[in-house]
């Protein structure tokens, strides 16, 4: 139940394409669903963030979908470009906030 | 630069050695947690510290040991090592516990 499952493990997309890249969770506690960016040598960086109050959350050209009632979430990465290349991981957390992680997703921008 | 400093960048040593690896979170955070990151692998929590006391426990190895000094600063101690011990160990600070975290840039640890 405190799991969180991306999908999918790696992606390959077009530049000007989109990224999406999705995540389910099980635990309805979860009330803080974040996003982060992770370069090759870098630590992951906190990208975007939604709370289940709101559907959608925009920030440029990254969007969160969000659907509580089936428990999902994504990241819809618009007019993707190669400087996007990186691992995106979900997470989930709740009212400890502790953050439950999804497994990664390798994302490559093709030029 | 997300303030996360840390220490050494990159450590090789042999099994059966013992390491540490230090963290400076960022100015006025209270929190820190370590991460660790094996090859094209996610994230494993090991544990988490806030203002000095241990907040929440992972997947830590009893081989493996941290504090977060009255400074705030934090130490992961790495004992008896073994080669899949192999890894990228992560640093992240927040100001409170929090899911919004600084992460810093590793200590990559290479067991030979």
């Known amino acids: 139940q405190q799991q969180v499952k991306q999908s999918p493990q790696s992606l390959i997309v077009q530049k000007g394409g989109i990224s999406i890249i999705n995540c389910a969770y099980e635990?309805?506690?979860?009330?803080?669903f974040p996003w982060y960016q992770q370069f090759p040598g870098k630590g992951p960086a906190l990208l975007i963030a939604?709370?289940?109050d709101v559907s959608e959350k925009k920030e440029g050209r990254f969007t969160i979908s969000f659907n509580k009632s089936a428990k999902q979430f994504s990241l819809h990465i618009m007019d993707s470009q190669p400087g996007d290349s990186a691992t995106y991981f979900c997470?989930?957390?709740?009212?400890?906030?502790?953050?439950?992680w999804g497994a990664g997703t390798k994302l490559i921008i093709k030029p | 630069d997300s303030g996360v400093t840390q220490t050494p960048k990159h450590l090789i040593t042999a099994t059966g050695q013992r390491v540490t690896l230090r963290c400076s979170p960022r100015?006025?955070?209270?929190?820190v947690y370590w991460y660790q990151q094996s090859l094209d692998q996610g994230l494993q929590f090991l544990i988490q510290?806030?203002?000095?006391?241990?907040?929440a426990k992972g997947n830590i190895l009893e081989r493996f040991s941290a504090q977060q000094f009255p400074d705030l600063h934090s130490e992961l101690n790495l004992s008896s090592l073994e080669l899949g011990d192999s890894a990228l160990y992560f640093c992240?600070?927040?100001?409170?516990?929090?899911?919004?975290?600084?992460f810093g840039e590793g200590s990559r640890l290479t067991v030979l």
């Open positions: 992240a600070s927040s100001v409170q516990p929090s899911g919004e975290l600084f």
């Open positions: 100015s006025g955070d209270l929190s």
């Open positions: 510290y806030y203002n000095g006391e241990e907040r």
């Open positions: 635990n309805t506690a979860f009330d803080y």
């Open positions: 939604i709370r289940p």
């Open positions: 997470a989930a957390s709740g009212s400890n906030y502790q953050l439950i």
